[in-house]
């Protein structure tokens, strides 16, 4: 499906919505699915995952937020077509796809009206919850960017870097402690900077190195993984 024709398919949907008055109750649902503050930032990070980034960067200043990461995928028609749509994702037929990007995604409209999207050769918006509109500028080679700038008339920017900041700075060895792929989380934000980093020591052993400005601090722990099978209906 080419580019354009996605984007009439989805203008369509938005007056299909308009003509039947859903559009407000979806735009309430989603917020109600995502109550938590700035829970977008964990999808991010999930979808990073996904594609085998190595390192995630967040940029936040008064206007907006913008996230990129180095993941070896970039974004295909496909991978529009599903962080335009809801409920549905790429996982189901291709681990290596970009991932889930159905509900989750929506949750950054609690924060932004116009999400941007710069990876490969597509860099875009996305207008009134689901219509792609290109833009100009793309990412540099190799990186998805992600900007969302504070312009949700009920999240005003202060409180969109209040909550954010928060989310950032609570980042722990969790986050990182059993991914696969990321090793390194940086955060730049209006009252300084910081990073988490994943270090092996061995086979077994995970050094979490947390960076606030000068300070930093290490964690050391001891990982175990094998494979489980679940044993649902009877079924392995």
Known sequence: MAFETLAKKRRELVRAHRDNNFEAGIRSLLSDLYP?????????LQNAEDVGATQVDFVLDEAQLV??????RLFSIEDITYITNIGENTKATDETTIGKFGVGFKAVFGYTK??????????????DLWVPVEIQGRAPTGVT?????????????TLAVSEICKALTALDASTLLFLNHIERITYRLPTGSGSLERL???????????????????D?????????QIDVDGES
């Open 36 to 44: 938590d503050d700035a829970h977008f930032i964990y999808e991010l």
């Open 67 to 72: 996230v990129t990461h180095n993941g070896s």
């Open 114 to 127: 116009s999400p941007q999207v710069r990876s490969g050769e597509f860099s875009f918006v996305i207008e």
């Open 145 to 157: 960017e992600f900007t969302f700038p504070f312009n949700e008339p009920k999240k005003p920017p």
């Open 200 to 218: 092996p020591e061995d086979q077994h052993r995970i050094k979490i190195r947390y960076s606030t400005g000068d300070a930093i601090r290490e």
């Open 220 to 228: 050391h722990w001891y990982r175990l993984r094998d494979t489980l």
